[in-house]
């Protein structure tokens, strides 16, 4: 049994539970929405939890962070503007700007307290809000898309937590269908989608609700994410109106962006789903 | 925290663990090498551990046995003689004796114990052992492949626990060059190789003790693994003479195998490893 130097997070009816062993807890705030803790751990960096589900860790963030940005990015023909729905650490924001092509990044995060503990813990994922490019909004990522400019975005990405709580109405084809309209010509969305092991009905309805909503294309890449729930999580991608699973790597040529996980072939390689996703 | 109704393994050196809810336990047998239990999961069927390590579970085996097997027995050109070292479940069996060319199979699992643990609780991996094709030796691999006549096996599969311990001898160059010689012209092997996230180095180690054995290409695999540690595992193919990363689905007809993790396309996708890896 673990003491209770340990933080540890039950994998919600899946009878599964993964630990990390803390060296003490630096951050705890509660937010109108949540609570938002923060750890120094032995061996993963900080760790960020929201509600006691573990958000982001300094070990590991690379993965998910890439693999939520660059498919989607690289898609897209030449993304410009950028739409981030959560996301409030500002991992995710840390890698849309790495591309070149972009000009404008909204990041529309619910809760503030998230960025701020971000601002203070996690310095070098929230430098990336100092880009002049990246315009910072705390409010309602639902109400944003609803009243966003048709086509006023090149890339929607959707960094949420759980489809439970204030999450929910992210996973829905109202929601997906606003970001349809939301989307120029080319667009391209891509939402984090939970773990191929645990919840692939969950993946299998998204990739459903994303053409409901008026997607031409849809295909889910996935990742091994060792402090999400199975180690195992997904990414769907949603293209308004080509291919979902076609990318500027395809040709042969890598694209350029500094990187630790992700790459082009790792990106074709990601697209290959599981035989059991295929059923 | 936890109760004691939870199985832990504390991931060593790594300050994380995984847990997994128990119904019972229902095998502690003692052997002479190591205490093999076996418990009814609350949501992973069936657990066994070994000195209270991780080796299978019901819900999650499939990845790994596919992922050890066929990308090495479809890197072969036609896989007549496999030898098996470890593997004692019998699940990595099970899946080679999928593979229609395969005439002989030897298993040689140093604990017989693990074997009869599998016959009595994983009635579905121990089936296997029935086949005409296989054979199993209750013996030490290490001897055994130092023994093994030249040019004896086409496939030579290392399905070892950690490399401390009994099995510390199979992650050596002396016992990967007795493996070169014992396998035939265009001959294969796959070793366990550990994760890329907690081990690189292990992984980069094996890949140059290969070479130095005498192999002429290696190519690492990676692949989820949710009750391994981190979540995120990885096959090691050392190729006699050809290329470790060229096989039978490359020219887009898909192998045809029963499988549920493992297909063409996800076995090319896995061979491209993540950035960090190419470093």
């Known amino acids: ?52 589900l573990v958000m982001v860790t300094e070990r590991d963030e690379f993965v998910y962070h890439e693999m939520l940005v660059h498919p989607a990015m690289f898609t897209h023909a030449d993304p410009k503007r950028v739409l981030i729905i959560g996301g409030g650490d500002c991992g995710t924001l840390r890698e849309v700007l790495k591309h070149d092509s972009v000009q404008q990044v909204d990041m529309v995060e619910l809760d503030q307290a998230v960025t701020e503990a971000a601002a203070l813990h996690f310095p070098t994922l929230h430098a990336a809000s100092f880009d002049p490019r990246a315009r910072l909004y705390f409010q309602d990522g639902i109400a944003w898309v609803a009243d966003a400019e048709p086509g006023s975005y090149d890339v929607i990405l959707i960094d949420s937590t759980d489809p439970v709580g204030p999450a929910q109405g992210l996973f829905s084809v109202d929601f997906y269908r606003n970001c349809q309209r939301a ?97």
Chains 1, 2 share one sequence.
């Open 1 to 52: 049994m673990l003491d209770d130097t340990w933080y540890t997070e039950q994998w919600a009816g899946e009878g599964s539970a993964i630990s990390l062993e803390l060296k003490e807890q630096i951050h705890d705030f509660q937010s109108p929405y949540q609570r938002v803790e923060v750890f120094q751990t032995t061996r993963f960096g900080k760790l960020m939890t929201l509600d006691g």
């Open 183 to 279: 989307l120029a010509s080319g667009g391209v969305l891509a939402a984090q989608s939970e773990s191929p092991l645990f919840h692939a009905d969950l993946i299998r309805a998204m990739q459903r609700d994303l053409k409901a909503a008026g997607f031409n294309d849809v295909a889910t890449v996935d990742f091994p994410q060792c402090t999400y729930p199975s180690g195992w999580w997904s990414v769907t991608i949603g293209a308004r109106d080509g291919s979902a699973s076609t990318f500027r790597g395809e040709g042969g040529a890598p694209p350029t962006i500094a990187s630790r996980y992700y790459n082009a072939a790792r990106h074709r390689g990601a697209l290959a789903p599981a035989q059991f996703m295929l059923g």
